[in-house]
Each structure stands twice: as structure tokens, then as C-alpha cells.
DNA sequence: TGGATTTGTCAAAAGTTTTTCGAAACTTGT
DNA sequence: ACAAGTTTCGAAAAACTTTTGACAAATCCA
């Protein structure tokens, strides 16, 4: 899990941030005290910075520049007022990206995405998310608030097939097919036990309830009552 | 020198863009036959591409994921008509960065700079290091520790696939056809055996358990944890 | 050429995952 | 409350994948 901090001054705007990186799948921290940034940058090591241009104090290229004699840490540039002169001293002092306000989340999650592939030496990032629970198709796991666990192939499949299904009621058929593509004739009763031990797993990291049965019709991803409309990842 | 291909078919534009980059000390090269571009790049092996996203016949979304089929090569989308969707698209499907004109040159070369500043740790790198375990390809030896063995062609082949695949799961097939890259019908088991061979030597370097097998999806490179609390040293 | 190293193959063994089975639990309609 | 149909559950068998050791073939290097 990518770990961003994020400095910024204004309130709404960290709320705002935070919520959408975490929808995402990351794990997002704000940064206030600008003054010791990048000391503290080097103390907890983020894998990414997102930074406002201007800041009340310190603006944010200096900021980039100290913190670019410390670490290498990918940093986008966040700024409301657009200037190309701003842009390219942005990007000469290091930066690695620059976002003009206002954004669309899903853009600057495209631009996270790509940054963090390139530095992290992983291709595309394949990670589905839903209801802060993070299910990682490249790396084969489930993760939730901190608690991760390994799949299999077969609960990989099914899992993966349910988030892209998200409040869908998915019919047994369905993931049948899904699942086993040419018809190999399996119990219907086999896909009960797929499903019993990935709720089983589930509740292993505190996920209680995500898979709910649909008695005649199949099964569904649970839907929370606070429905944000948060945009995965890449 | 970097080598820089350039995909548009304005020719005024491809002058501009061609002296832009020479004069910035980079190697520009125009394509216009747009249809073989992603075998032309696997040839031709540039730095980075610019990539118009408006090109007559292809576009350059479809023109890019292609060229992502085969290479990693960092590309660079230069639009036109602004649009956000666009924007999107073009960073989902493995774009880098993405520039809108009319911009300044200096922009441009910023973005350009920032991108292969990234990249080229990757590229240029002879050694690449994971939680203290030094791959060094040009050596062809593995080091923790300062303990440190000596690789064969297989096992630096395989490890260096592993390492620039961090922690995500590689599939036994990918392995094979990265190895062996012509069919040449090796066992299935060979693999393994190799496998088996890289995990003795790691064992006695003091490394246990890298190579993680995942029963049915192929093998994995472990992933530290994070840790919550960032004990940093000042 | 000859010896050392690397690489590929085989078949048996070890280990996991997946499937199957029957019984229990649950829903729904009457 | 009962019957009929679904779904869950635990355990054991089956199916499948990977590991292992031994050996032969191929390659490399003096």
C-alpha cells in the first residue's frame, strides 16, 4: 500500500484529499507544520508527496528544493493559479508532476498512478477498491485497514469478479462461468465452499459480511450506506 | 544522449518539436508511418516518445497501449483540444504525463526532463537493490550483508525479472518466455528447478523465503510490510 | 581434450488447493 | 408448522502444482 503525504493549508481541501486517496487505496497523512517537512519527510518516507504551490510561509518550491537535498521522493505539484512560469520552475526544481486546480479526482489519481509506477518499479497498478477494502490483483492479496491476506487462484478470480461487479447481485451461474470457462461440470455446490472460505478469510482481517447471499439469485457486495462515488485506482 | 521519438504529422509541428529537442541537447527522431510504430520502437529502443493524441487514421490511445503491449518505454501525450477525459484515457492506458498546446517550450522540455530523470535510474541502473539484497547485473553476483554469491546466466535472468517486478506476482509463463524467449519447449519443471537452485543460493547468503511460490499464479518477490510507526533516524 | 560448471529432464515425494459428499441450517410459500 | 428448495458447513478425498534429488546433456574454459 502507497503511502502520500500531502501538504496543504486548507482544511477543505485536505478532507477532500484525504478521502480520495483513501477511496483509493492509499494511505494518505497531511503534513501542517510546513517548517520541518523535510526532516520529516525523511523520517517516515512516503512513497509520494503531493505539494501546493502556495503555502502560507514557505512556498512550495523552496519547499521542493530542500526537500529534494534530503530524498528522491516523487513530488506532484497542486496549484490554483496556473502559470507557466510557475509550472517550469515547478518541474525544474525537481518536481516530478504539476496539477492545475481545478482537477478532476480521477485525473490526479491517473497522475499519481503513473508516477508511482515509474519510480516503483512495478507495472500498471491493478487494484480494485471498494468501501476502503483494497483487493490487489498484481500482488494476489486482500487488504483491510492494515490486516492483508493471501489468496488463491480460485478466491482471486472470484473476488475480482464481485468488484467489478460492485452491488451487482452476481447469479452462481455467472461466476461459474467466471470461473471454470468450459464447462467442466462442477458441483453447484462447489462454488458454496469458494465462497465460504473467502468470507472466511474475510473475517480474518475484520471484514464481516461483505458477501451477501441472495437466496434464489446469488450474491451481492454488500452496500454501505455512505456511498461516495470514489474513482479506483489504476 | 537521450533519444526522443517523435509521433505527429503536422510538419510544421515536427520541425518545431525537432529543433526544440536537438537544441536541447537530445536525439529527435519523426515517425510517420503510424501503422508499425510499436514494432518500429521495440526496434529502434528510444528514451522517451512524444505522442500527438490526434493522429490521422490511429489515435493515440489505441497507438499507446499498443506500444505498451511491448515496452515500457515512457511516452508523453501532447493534445490539442484539452479535454479531461482525455486526459484520463491517456494516463490509464500507461501514459507518463500529459502536456496540452499550446505550451512553452520550456515546459515542454521540463516535462520531458522530469520523466527521463525518473526513468533513466531505472534503465541506467546496473545493480538493483531490494531490503538490502544488491542484484548486480553487471557482476552477475547477489550480495546481503556482505555476504555474496555468484550468479549464473538463469539465475541472474530470473532474479532480475523478479526485481524489476517487485512484489508483484509473475506468472511461471512469463518467466519461461522471458528466459527462453523463442520456443524452444522447456519442460515446464525446468523452472522450478532453477527456482530451486536461485533459493539454495540465496539460503546461503542468509536470505530465506524471497522467492515466495503462489500455487496456481507462479511466483513472487516478498514485500516488507510497512511499518506504522516510522522510526526515523535523524 | 578434459574437467568443471551450468542446464535440462525425469520420476517420486511433498504440499496445497479444490472438489465432492452428506448432513445441518436456513428461507420461503402454503 | 411443514415441505421443498437453497445454501452453509466440516471433513476427507481427489486433483493438481511445486519441490526435490539424481543424473545426463550441454556448455565453458583452460
Known amino acids: 500500500m502507497y503511502y502520500i503525504l500531502v501538504v496543504d493549508d486548507e482544511p477543505s481541501v485536505q478532507r477532500e484529499l484525504r478521502s480520495l486517496l483513501e ?16 526532516e520529516y519527510v525523511q523520517k517516515v518516507r512516503p512513497d509520494l508527496i503531493l505539494l501546493d504551490v502556495a503555502l502560507p510561509g514557505a512556498d512550495g518550491i523552496t519547499l521542493c528544493s530542500k526537500i529534494r537535498m534530503m530524498s528522491d521522493v516523487p513530488i506532484i505539484f497542486i496549484t ?35 508516477v508511482l509506477r515509474r519510480v516503483s518499479g512495478r507495472s ?55 470461473l471454470w470457462d468450459n464447462e467442466s461440470f462442477v458441483d453447484d455446490n462447489t462454488l458454496s465452499v469458494n465462497i465460504r472460505r473467502i468470507r472466511r478469510k ?19 457486495l454488500k452496500m454501505r450506506e455512505r456511498e461516495d462515488e470514489a474513482e479506483g485506482s489504476l
Open 202 to 220: 474475510l473475517e480474518d482481517i475484520g471484514i464481516k459480511d461483505l458477501i451477501q447471499t441472495k437466496r434464489g439469485m446469488g450474491y451481492r
Open 80 to 114: 490554483s493559479q496556473s502559470s507557466s512560469s510557475a509550472e517550469l520552475e515547478c518541474m525544474m526544481t525537481g518536481g516530478d508532476d504539476f496539477i492545475e486546480k481545478p482537477y478532476r479526482p480521477a485525473v490526479l489519481l491517473a497522475h499519481i498512478a503513473a
Open 124 to 178: 500498471q497498478n491493478k487494484v480494485l477498491v471498494f468501501h476502503g477494502i483494497v483487493l490487489d490483483l498484481l500482488d494476489g492479496t486482500i487488504q483491510y485497514e492494515k490486516k492483508k491476506v493471501e489468496l488463491s487462484k480460485n478466491e482471486l478470480h472470484i473476488l475480482s469478479y464481485f468488484f467489478t461487479h460492485k452491488g451487482e447481485i452476481v447469479s452462481r451461474e455467472d461466476l461459474i462461468n467466471a
Open 23 to 38: 477511496n483509493a487505496g492509499y494511505r494518505a497523512d497531511i503534513v501542517e507544520d510546513f517548517t520541518c517537512i523535510p
